[in-house]
């Protein structure tokens, strides 16, 4: 996967892409989408990792993440799947 960048240095995905990665249809993608249910990050890497950036995008409790080479080639990604807060015994949060 390619990832490009627009004028102002945001990331542009492919929508068909991301929604595959997730086991989404296209549209059912583009619907979360709109309605505000696909919550993005990205972080720079520095030090050792200076040139990368890491991208994450997360939908429900599925997190797809991405680490991009300077050229925005995708180096390595995952998808997880987030875990709820343990629940204490004494019922407090």
Do not use: Y
Request: charged letters at 30%; aromatic letters at 4%; a negative charge.
């Amino acid at each position: 996967m390619q990832i490009e960048r627009d004028g102002n240095g945001d990331f542009i995905l492919d929508p068909a892409e991301i929604a595959q990665r997730f086991g989404l249809a296209p549209g059912d993608f583009r619907r979360q989408q709109e309605q505000g249910l696909v919550k993005s990050t990205v972080e720079v890497g520095e030090g050792e990792d200076a040139g990368t950036s890491r991208l994450s995008l997360r939908i429900g409790n599925r997190i797809w993440r991405a680490v991009l080479d300077e050229n925005g080639q995708v180096v390595r990604e995952e998808l997880n799947i987030a875990r709820g807060a343990p629940v204490r015994r004494d019922g407090k949060a």
